[in-house]
């Protein structure tokens, strides 16, 4: 790529950015942040919750930061594919589709442990040590693991890998991957599990009669602007309907608080060993 076209594109990308942060700013006029509560208000958002049959544990109210990252599309996946064996390997539009010759079996409760092992095999997979296992987004039919910015887990589709299963064995998997996070900004603070379950809460999002239980920081990719994905800091929270056992997952937008209504995900039945 020439560096005039480079230029074009990031230039893209920062417009798209200031954007986002001009709509941001203004929806963030009606946020609640549980930062600007007393403690007094605090245990009332709490009372509130129990009145409601909405259990959580104790939450952080440390803050943490974050940058606003971006990505450009790669051929690694393509270029690299050759380097496979013992499996039916294809790459389309960026993802890897691969479906072992013969299925690897796992004992009960050891497939998470199977899968990392895999993960190993440089030639049952690509770019596995960059991977990390994901349990909040592993269902009773996939195994997630996704890639990491400085030890932060990257939960967007571009950055995961999933393995199938099926009966007790591991089939195949799928993978997309990023080669190189851009830094677009410096570290900006992102608010705490805390807040973001207050912010929530408050918006009416968390039904009556309900559990969370778990809260995660993570960077999702949120804009494409000119092939490129801009990614933030996001607080995922997993709410388990104490009734029907579904899991629901919450977005929180780790800068301003603001709920990403459209990122929700229905249904997601964790995998332990």
């Keep these: 790529m020439d560096f005039k076209r480079l230029e074009i594109i990031l230039m893209a990308v920062f417009v798209a950015l200031d954007i986002f942060l001009f ?68 790459v389309s539009d960026g993802e890897l589709t691969s ?43 996939q195994i997630v693991f996704v890639q990491k910015h400085n030890d932060q887990a990257v939960f967007d589709s571009k950055a995961r890998l999933e393995f199938e299963i099926d009966d007790g064995t591991i089939t195949g998997y799928t993978q997309r991957y990023i080669n190189n996070f851009i830094v677009l900004r410096e570290k900006n603070t992102v608010i705490s ?39 933030i800091p996001t607080w995922y929270i997993g709410i388990r309907d104490n009734s029907s056992k579904n899991v629901t997952q919450k977005q929180v937008n780790g800068f301003t608080g603001t709920i990403l209504k459209n990122k929700s995900s229905e249904s997601t039945f964790n995998v332990t060993e």
């Design 23 to 90: 709509v941001s700013y203004h929806q963030n006029q009606n946020v609640f942040f549980s930062s600007n509560v007393t403690q007094s208000g605090t245990d009332s958002i709490r009372q509130d919750m129990k009145e409601d049959n909405i259990s959580v544990d104790k939450l952080s109210n440390d803050t943490q930061t974050g940058y606003y990252l971006a990505s450009r599309p790669n051929n690694s996946l393509l270029n690299n594919a050759y380097r496979l064996s013992g499996q039916n390997a294809s």
């Design 99 to 141: 479906r072992f010759y013969e299925p690897v079996e796992f004992k009960k409760g050891k497939a998470v442990s199977t899968a990392k092992a895999l993960l190993k095999e440089r030639n049952r997979v690509l770019y596995g040590s960059q991977y990390t296992y994901a349990a909040e987004l592993s269902t009773s039919g």
């Design 193 to 231: 599990a805390k807040e973001a379950v207050d912010n929530i809460y408050m918006s009416s999002e968390i039904p009556t009669n309900s559990t969370i239980i778990w809260t995660k920081l993570a960077y999702y990719g949120f804009l494409d602007a000119k092939g490129s994905t801009i990614y």
